[in-house]
């Protein structure tokens, strides 16, 4: 029913935020991903935490790059500054617009593809640079707008819905942001708004490079060979005028365990997800510590979830830059050129640095 448009009207008692919008104020078109994709539980999140933190919409810039989850800026804050770019390439165009404009909340939506495969040195120099933004990874380990094939992140020894056999060793992309000096980290499931919610708001007020890595599962690819309801094996049994494809939908995972505690998650392909939520006594502030903790878990089989790590005291990349307060688009050329002795004096400068 992804066709059919919003109704304008609202009920009288619909709540409303500190600034006097509801819900409705950061939604966005209906979403064409598969009826129960995890992605659309990241975006309702978001909804809800520029809701709770009475977020202008016209303070959001939005941007992403190429697969499933990079269409959901789409979805949600339809009244937000965005922009879709190439593939792997929007941490870049992310960085050039927030040097030009430090007003704006720069969110980063990006997946496991796009981030992990072909923008994963894009990625790295987001992280370490310590661009103020909120990069989100919608990550589900396979490439799911090109049918399923595995992404960097899939696990090594997981099968494709084709029975092929991952042998390549995974990149996590937490581990490489807490070694590439992200200032906040953290992992969630898509499935757990409990979670997910705080985590999102805590790396919105975050100054510096924020990464939330949502492990979202991805309802289409469970359609695997062997099945005899999959779409393929019908079409091999029936004979047919014409050739039709239609994904089910799937009902939303979803998982609420305490600090500490370890869920088993099926996921509708049937493999399992260990996801082991940090107890309460746990220190986000350890860098070193956090390191460990995810390479003891991950050899035990387990995923690790929650603020995995913050540097509450971070810098960004405007105050490594020394630039000036008012945003960079709003200078004049007199500020922007300031004539050939004003860069006689810094050429001067840099040589007596040097």
Do not use: W
């Not at 009288?12 to 409705?24: E, H, I, Q, S, V």
């Not at 805590?202 to 062997?226: E, K, Q, W, Y």
């Not at 365990?257 to 309460?280: C, F, M, N, T």
């Amino acid at each position: 029913m992804t066709y059919l448009a919003k109704p304008k009207l609202l009920r009288p008692d619909t709540p409303k935020n500190a600034l006097g919008y509801t819900k409705r104020d950061y939604e966005g078109a209906i979403s064409t991903l598969c009826a129960g994709c995890g992605h659309d539980s990241i975006s309702a999140a978001i909804v809800q935490c520029c809701f709770d933190l009475d977020i202008e919409p016209h303070r959001v810039a939005k941007l992403s790059g190429i697969g499933c989850s990079s269409k959901t800026p789409d979805y949600f804050l339809g009244n937000s500054h965005g922009f879709n770019t190439t593939h792997g390439r929007m941490p870049s165009v992310l960085t050039g617009a927030a040097l030009a404009n430090r007003d704006l909340l720069y969110l980063g939506v990006s997946g496991d593809g796009d981030s992990a495969s072909i923008g994963i040195g894009q990625f790295a120099h987001a992280m370490r640079r310590g661009v103020n933004m909120v990069y989100i990874v919608e990550n589900n380990g396979v490439y799911g707008l090109t049918k399923g094939q595995f992404s960097a992140t899939a696990d090594k020894g997981s099968k494709s819905k084709r029975g092929v056999v991952n042998n390549d060793t995974p990149i996590d992309l937490v581990a490489l942001a807490l070694q590439l000096g992200a200032t906040y980290v953290a992992r969630s499931f898509s499935g757990d708004k409990e979670q997910l919610i705080p985590l999102i708001k805590g790396a919105m007020r975050h100054r510096g490079s924020a990464l939330l890595d949502v492990i979202s599962p991805c309802v289409t690819f469970n359609n695997h060979a062997g099945s005899t309801k999959s779409y393929d094996y019908v079409r091999e049994h029936n004979e047919a005028i014409n050739k039709l494809d239609v994904i089910l939908p799937k009902d939303k995972i979803t998982a609420s365990y305490a600090p500490g505690e370890l869920r088993r998650i099926v996921q509708h392909d049937g493999s399992v997800l260990h996801l082991r939520k940090l107890h309460e006594d746990y220190d986000p502030s350890d860098r070193v510590g956090a390191m460990n903790y995810l390479q003891e878990r991950h050899a035990l089989g387990e995923i690790v979830t929650g603020l995995i790590y913050v540097d509450s005291s971070a810098e960004e990349l405007h105050r490594y830059l020394n630039t000036v307060e008012t945003p960079l688009n709003q200078l004049g050329v007199a500020e922007l050129c300031p004539g050939n002795e004003a860069l006689a004096a810094l050429n001067e400068s840099l040589r007596r640095g040097a």
